[in-house]
């Protein structure tokens, strides 16, 4: 993902970010820092953390086409769909969704 952020920096007024690597971080691969003034703009998502994501939504593309799933379950995972992260209890409700449907 190097999709570069859409905002105007935070401390000058630069719309240019650089996408530096951080290989010592677990959770995100690169961070983006302003071009101008080196200012921390914002973290990136590791590439496993991607991918996780896009499981999911397959899953739930898949479980929202089941005519069974009560409306709770289907507005929950709608309103999951787009979250990267999930808490626990929202990963224990997802989890139990996906193992009955």
Same mark, same amino acid.
Request: hydrophobic letters at 35%; charged letters at 20%; aromatic letters at 10%.
């Given at each position: 993902?190097? =999709?570069?952020?859409? @905002?105007?920096?935070?401390?000058?007024?630069? /719309?240019? /970010?650089?996408?530096?690597?951080?290989?010592?971080? #677990?959770?995100?691969?690169? +961070?983006?820092?302003?071009?101008?003034?080196? *200012? /921390?703009? =914002?973290? *990136?998502?590791?590439?496993?953390?991607?991918?996780?994501?896009?499981?999911?939504?397959?899953?739930?593309?898949?479980? !929202?086409?089941?005519? +069974? !799933?009560?409306?709770?379950? @289907?507005?929950?995972?709608?309103?999951?769909?787009? +979250?990267?992260?999930?808490?626990? +209890?929202?990963? *224990?409700?997802?989890? #139990?969704?996906? *193992?009955?449907?």
């Amino acid at each position: 993902m190097n =999709s570069t952020p859409s @905002r105007l920096c935070h401390k000058c007024p630069s /719309f240019t /970010f650089i996408y530096i690597p951080c290989p010592n971080v #677990k959770v995100h691969s690169h +961070k983006y820092v302003c071009a101008a003034c080196d *200012a /921390f703009h =914002s973290w *990136a998502p590791s590439p496993e953390t991607i991918q996780n994501h896009q499981n999911r939504q397959n899953q739930i593309d898949v479980a !929202l086409q089941n005519p +069974k !799933l009560s409306d709770f379950e @289907r507005r929950f995972l709608e309103s999951v769909y787009e +979250k990267r992260h999930l808490s626990p +209890k929202q990963k *224990a409700m997802f989890d #139990k969704i996906m *193992a009955v449907n």
